[in-house]
């Protein structure tokens, strides 16, 4: 007889009839087993939704976070974040030697504007703004006053003609004369009439119909007539973006200490103001600012490329032809956005991929209890008949109809919460799902059934345990090879974006499982050494329950689960707190203080009164006033450097950095000694920087300052490079910009005086507020949850797996005199050694784990900071899992004595050996 399925059978000699091979459900009996086990099966259910709508969700919601993250990168970029192109003039000599005035001169720059517009690619045009044209004079000398002024002429359209302005005094800028004119040298400067706004009116002291006294580097005279002051319509108009110091001066765009102005030209007055200056000293420029709204993560790849290749096909700068010569920092920006974005998604794989192997254990572990619960009842059938494959596809079919569902479900609240579903990390679970209980389940039947006998002889019993520990030790090997390959990928390539390589992305949760594994092998060996221990002991609860753990030390799973999901528990709590606590010090780094005041250029006088004022106010500790230079140009063994200067007092500046948690810096004391070169501390982030170099400070119409490195500088303000001096030594114009307030009333005091502090706590709110961190931390803290609720699921799926053998036990002890209140400790001594190897090794192996692969998951593009930020271990994690885990490990011992308690010895008694 050929068994078909439950009650089905086939005669010997008949063949199959066409198209039943296929083996035969028998509904009644999967019916009924869901019934039995409904609980098991809701649980795993609700794993495979949750874990789900956690892995379909990340892809697009990170996905969305990176077009966010772009946008905001856009709007913090500024001007860098515009494409510009420029191109000569075409040459306006007369016939007699002379220069000619163009009278269409406003209709060639529109020519211009359409030529530009049209070279564009239609991709990235669709990604700007609309264009606006300038026309800008180089910076002349302002031979007026104390402070260091220079002025430009500046013509300003775009596609709605010009930003508006009202006339308050005076009239628009008008034609020197009518049509066109040729003009010699022998003429003299030729006059040009601009436009000033009522701000730089005022700091000129000048009006409608005054000269403002203009000349260059070489002290050449320029003709140019104020026609009028205006006031703009709108200060907000895109247009003044591009040229801000015709609303108000300026500083610093010159040069340290000075202050740009600008006059504005009109269509009759741009061909005067080209007149007015020498042919290569007025430029045209057509700018288009990049629109953050109409940017996504895909088009900001795009847009990056397309950038790329236009600046690569741009016209150099050496020929004198009007070719377009393409210029942005865009590429720089989007580059940095993409390196946040690349090790946001590296993170974020990390975290997924940890979710997804504590989810998989979880469920292996629940098709495990299920085996067990239908042990009886598969045995049985089998015995009686039934096929393999009639189990296999039973089971199959229950497990999808828990499964499938429940996955939809979780895909739908994927996209309902995260407006997409991604499919691939959620197969893992699915797969896992639907195959772990028929596996499980039709493993034990045929187990049970199988016809194999043990051998009697001793030395083939020998051989075979010797090839089943062959086959653990195989098994162990290649999950540490696995592993190891994983790590070495991830140290050596990283992890690329939009999702990350699998292998790379999956180092730490398969580390921690081939950890997880060689612990395992060490555990019966520990318990065993326990048991010889308690053997000697007179007290038989020791005895019993040494005994019990030694039984079941063995187990696989529930130690596996355990283990795997405190460690990676920990690893993505240690990567919260290392990412919090670097983003804080970034913050310290980049203002240097609790606050900061940067004092205008024109108040820099008024800093040594301000910095009285702060010091007396309530709540400061410390104040150290300095001066910042942005950049300078300076030569270090023969190569060009462009880094800050910072002078300071060097003792105040001290006593700053000693209380604040900025590292201190006692080689400040250096800069006060007297003879030879001027010392300084550097600081660099390529190392072009370092202690004993000798520098040399450039400056305009000065001898250069000889300057010789001592030491390493602190962080100050940010800037990648830097050179720090006192001021009292370095025998250089000081005139004190910047403010270091510290205490809890740093900020309070610096706006007591009037001025706008940047406030360390803003500048941290702001980085963690971004949408990229603000997203890691959301996924970092709800992996971290969902790992320990794994965790502790997993163990009460393992303690409910074997209750019924622990308490027919401990009922048999109860037999012999055994308390109740003595099984309750006989059966948490049972459960205690895979807590005890969670509690102790698992936040072990995270921090192992740690180690190994926080550098390449790129920190420090996350947190601001030059370098990787150290790692913080949230040392309260262990005991917090301690409590958790022994809290957990005596309610299950309380629950199950609570079910058993009605339990009568004569069902105890009658179950067979």
């Known amino acids: 007889m050929i068994r078909l399925g439950v009650g089905r059978r086939l005669p010997a000699g008949r063949r199959l009839p066409a198209g039943r091979w296929l083996p035969v459900v028998h509904w009644p009996s999967v019916l009924g087993r869901a019934r039995a086990d409904r609980g098991p099966l809701a649980l795993v259910a609700a794993v495979v939704l949750v874990v789900t709508l956690l892995a379909a969700a990340v892809p697009p919601l990170m996905d969305s976070t990176a077009t966010d993250a772009t946008r905001d990168a856009i709007r913090r970029a500024g001007s860098d974040a515009t494409v510009s192109v420029d191109a000569n003039w075409d040459d306006d000599y007369g016939q007699n030697g002379g220069r000619i005035r163009n009278a269409d001169l406003a209709k060639d720059m529109a020519g211009f504007f359409d030529r530009a517009e049209y070279a564009l690619a239609p991709n990235l045009r669709k990604t700007l703004r609309p264009p606006v044209t300038t026309a800008t004079s180089i910076s002349l000398n302002v031979a007026a006053g104390t402070i260091p002024r220079r002025f430009q002429l500046d013509y300003v359209r775009d596609d709605h003609g010009g930003p508006a302005v009202t006339w308050v005094s005076g009239h628009a800028p008008r034609g020197t004369v009518t049509g066109s004119a040729e003009t010699t040298f022998a003429d003299g400067p030729w006059e040009a009439q601009v436009g000033l706004s009522e701000a730089e009116a005022a700091d000129l002291k000048l009006g409608p119909g005054d000269h403002i006294p203009l000349a260059d580097n070489q002290r050449n005279p320029y003709k140019v007539l104020i026609s009028g002051v205006f006031r703009p319509v709108d200060v907000q108009d895109p247009a003044w973006e591009f040229v801000p110091w015709v609303l108000k001066p300026t500083p610093g765009l010159d040069g340290p200490g000075t202050v740009r102005l600008g006059g504005l030209l009109s269509d009759e007055s741009l061909p005067d103001g080209r007149l007015a200056l020498q042919p290569d000293q007025f430029s045209r420029t057509v700018w288009f600012a990049a629109d ?20 690569a096909s741009s016209g150099s700068s050496a020929l004198r032809d009007t070719s377009l010569r393409w210029d942005t ?9 993409r390196q946040q974005v690349d090790a946001a998604y590296a993170q974020a794989s990390v975290l997924v991929i940890a979710v997804l192997a504590g989810a998989v254990l979880v469920l292996l572990l629940a098709a495990d209890l299920l085996a067990r619960r239908r042990g009886p009842a598969l045995i049985a059938a089998r015995q009686r008949g039934a096929s393999l494959p009639g189990f296999v596809a039973e089971l199959l079919i229950e497990s999808a109809a828990v499964t499938l569902p429940a996955a939809a479900a979780g895909l739908l609240l994927s996209w309902l919460v995260a407006g997409g579903a991604a499919l691939t990390w959620t197969l893992v679970v699915v797969v896992a799902a639907l195959l772990a209980g028929p596996a499980f389940g039709t493993f034990t039947a045929a187990r049970a059934t199988r016809d194999r006998r043990a051998p009697a002889n001793r030395a083939a019993r020998r051989r075979e345990e010797r090839t089943a520990q062959l086959r653990r030790v195989t098994v162990d090997v290649a999950f540490v090879a696995v592993a190891v390959a994983a790590v070495v990928a991830l140290r050596q390539r990283g992890i690329t974006a939009a999702g990350g390589a699998a292998l790379p992305a999956s180092a730490p949760a398969l580390g921690i499982v081939a950890g997880a594994l060689l612990v395992l092998r060490v555990v019966p060996a520990g318990t065993g050494l326990v048991l010889r221990q308690a053997l000697r002991s007179r007290l038989p609860l020791v005895v019993f329950g040494a005994a019990r753990a030694a039984a079941t030390a063995g187990r696989a799973l529930p130690l596996l689960v355990l283990t795997v999901t405190t460690a990676l528990a920990a690893f993505a709590l240690t990567l919260d707190t290392t990412t919090a606590r670097g983003a804080e010090d970034g913050a310290w780094r980049t203002v ?77 004391g250096r800069l006060t000694a007297t003879g030879g070169r001027i010392p ?64 809890p009333g740093a900020a309070q005091a610096i706006r007591a005086t009037g001025g706008a502090p940047l406030v360390r706590a803003d500048v941290l709110a702001d980085r963690e507020r971004a949408p990229i961190n603000a997203g890691l931390t959301a996924l970092e803290r709800a992996a971290a949850v969902t790992l320990l609720v794994l965790g502790l699921l997993g163990f009460a799926l393992s303690a409910a797996s074997s209750a019924p053998e622990r308490w027919t036990t401990l009922a048999r002890l109860r037999t012999l005199g055994l308390r109740p209140r003595d099984t309750h400790r006989v059966a948490g001594a049972e459960l205690l050694p895979p807590v005890l190897v969670a509690v102790v090794c ?14 390449p998951l790129g920190l420090r593009t996350l947190t601001g900071q030059a370098a990787d930020p150290s790692t913080v271990v949230p040392w309260w994690l262990v005991g917090a899992v301690a409590v958790v885990l022994l809290g957990a490990l005596v309610a299950i011992v309380a629950a199950e004595a609570r079910v058993r308690r009605r339990r009568r010895l004569g069902e105890v008694l009658r179950v067979g050996s």
């Open 680 to 743: 300084a501390l550097v600081r660099s982030d390529d190392g072009s920087l370092r202690p004993g170099v000798t520098l040399q400070i450039l400056r305009s119409g000065a001898a250069p300052v000889e300057i010789t490195a001592v030491g390493t500088a602190p962080p100050v303000d940010g800037l990648p490079d830097v050179i720090l001096v006192d001021a009292a030594r370095a025998g250089l114009p000081y005139a004190p910009n910047t403010v270091w307030v510290n205490g």
């Open 842 to 855: 698992g936040p072990l192996l995270g921090l192992l784990l740690v180690t190994l692969t926080f550098g």
């Open 592 to 668: 240097g203080a609790d606050a900061r005041l940067d004092v205008p250029y024109d108040d820099t006088a008024e800093t040594p009164r301000l910095a009285a004022r702060i010091t007396a106010a309530p709540g400061v500790t410390q104040v150290a006033t300095g001066q910042v230079t942005g950049i300078v140009r300076a030569i270090a063994g023969g190569d060009a450097l462009t880094p800050g200067l910072v002078a300071v007092d060097a003792s105040a500046f001290e006593r700053l950095l000693a209380s604040n948690p900025l590292p201190d810096a006692p080689e400040l």
């Open 329 to 337: 920092q865009l590429d720089r920006v989007l580059n940095t956005v």
């Open 292 to 311: 953050p709204d109409q940017l996504t993560w895909e088009s900001a790849q795009q847009l990056a490329a397309t950038v790329v290749a236009l600046k």
